[in-house]
């Protein structure tokens, strides 16, 4: 059960700019707990791509940004590139549940 | 750097218990700063955060599976398990061991590990 909800598809050409949203509540986003985003390719397990919000792990391309407002989340990525086409999924942690919630998951589809 | 392998029967029948493994390398569970969570996903699905272990056993879990989750630690083999009892059709999936600080992220993943439910 998503406590956290995401456009179901975004897509756009090599090049372009893409964002998704990552919508939540008071006892997760709200409550101030950072927004994680992971990255997961077809048979693969998901890998992540940043963390407390904006951060970005060693490795991960600059084109790849994340800000977090209120009760809502965004990942855009920048320059749009053919090896980005996965599926994306936000995360943090939920106060009500002592535990994690993860967002409904995005798929980025590279025209 | 840590690794997380799962491992466990890959079929149970409904009712019955699905019992998994993490082997963790590269850090000690018994004295890490870390949480060590499972997560699953159903195929064509999202992810679900199972529930979590620390060093000292504390451990909790998701209240969406109740009551049916036990998850522990076994130090003199450096891993995690995860039983869940009573499965249905709807605990098909693949099951995630990962680690991760409190409150942050999940920087380690294994490779997961498909459990399926069938009679």
């Known amino acids: 059960q998503s406590v956290l909800t995401q456009p179901p598809s975004v897509s756009g050409a090599p090049g372009q700019r893409v964002t998704i949203s990552c919508t939540g509540s008071s006892p997760n986003i709200g409550a101030g707990y950072g927004v994680h985003w992971y990255l997961q390719l077809p048979g693969s397990a998901p890998r992540l791509l940043i963390y407390d919000n904006n951060n970005r792990p060693s490795g991960v391309p600059e084109r790849f940004s994340g800000s977090k407002s209120g009760t809502s989340a965004s990942l855009a990525i920048t320059g749009l590139q053919a090896e980005d086409e996965a599926d994306y999924y936000c995360?943090?942690?939920?106060?009500?549940?002592?535990?994690?919630?993860f967002g409904t998951g995005t798929k980025v589809t590279v025209l | 750097q840590v690794q997380l392998q799962e491992s466990g029967p890959g079929l149970v029948k409904p009712s019955q218990t699905l019992s998994l493994t993490c082997i963790v390398s590269?850090?000690?569970?018994?004295?890490?700063?870390?949480?060590w969570s499972w997560i699953r996903q159903p195929a064509g699905k999202g992810l679900e955060w199972i529930g979590r272990i620390y060093s000292s056993g504390n451990a909790n879990h998701n209240p969406s599976l109740k009551s049916r989750v036990t998850i522990s630690l076994d130090t003199s083999k450096n891993q995690f398990s995860l039983k869940l009892n009573s499965v249905t059709a709807a605990d098909t999936a693949v099951y995630y061991c990962?680690?991760?600080?409190?409150?942050?992220?999940?920087?380690?993943w294994g490779q997961g590990t498909r459990g399926t439910v069938s009679s």
């Open positions: 990962a680690r991760g600080p409190w409150p942050g992220p999940f920087d380690d």
């Open positions: 590269g850090d000690s569970i018994s004295s890490s700063s870390y949480y």
């Open positions: 995360q943090a942690y939920d106060s009500s549940l002592s535990g994690y919630v």
